[in-house]
């Protein structure tokens, strides 16, 4: 069974590190070209194939962790959502898709699952558990825009656009954290969060790049 487990956690990390050098690439590969969608095609395969597989494995005997497991449906929710963004790209679609609701509703779910663990680790002292509360209010304050976005959409440029950084960032974010974590064997309340507060400034200076203006002449 460890051996099995072993094999597991090498290809997660091969397919964590495919998702973090492809994001690196992404990121500064100017928006829009081949490149960019090529690398940005290979970030989101590695990320879903290596989250996928860290679910598993954060439940086998001696590698129980539910911080890990919560996370990784995390990375999964910011990759799916960030690439279904780029379908209300499309002039034609006047509604939101029921799927774009359940993916947001069930990670909304989790984010709440993460601040009540969280709540009960701090009331009694648990190791990390500022980490559940952490994550938890940034999973949901994520899921909370995403339902504005999906009643705004129409009516407001380029709303698909900062969706898409936001989620593709946040995945970014995760691959670099577990890197630091896992890789490097950082494993400190300061190497959990720095990357992502690093990772939000900078999806505020997209998202002022972008310039998200209200389109008066549409309507909802």
Known sequence: MEQTIKIFIYIHAFFGGLGLLTGIVSIIAKKGTKLHKKTGKLFSIGMITSSLISL????????????L?????FTIYLVVAGKRALLFKSKHKKQTDWIDKV????????S??????????????IENSVLFLFFGAFGLFTTVKDFRFYS??????NAWLTSHISKMIGAFIASVTAFIVAGLGIGNLF???TPTILGIIYMIYWKRKTKVKPLLNRQV
């Open 56 to 67: 598993p494995i954060s439940l086998m005997p001696n590698h129980e962790n539910i911080f």
């Open 69 to 73: 497991f919560l996370i990784g449906l």
């Open 103 to 110: 993916i947001s509703g069930s990670m909304l779910l989790f």
């Open 112 to 125: 709440v699952v993460m601040i009540a663990v969280g709540s009960y680790g701090v009331i009694n002292v």
């Open 152 to 157: 705004t959409y129409s009516v407001t440029k």
């Open 191 to 193: 190497a959990w969060i």
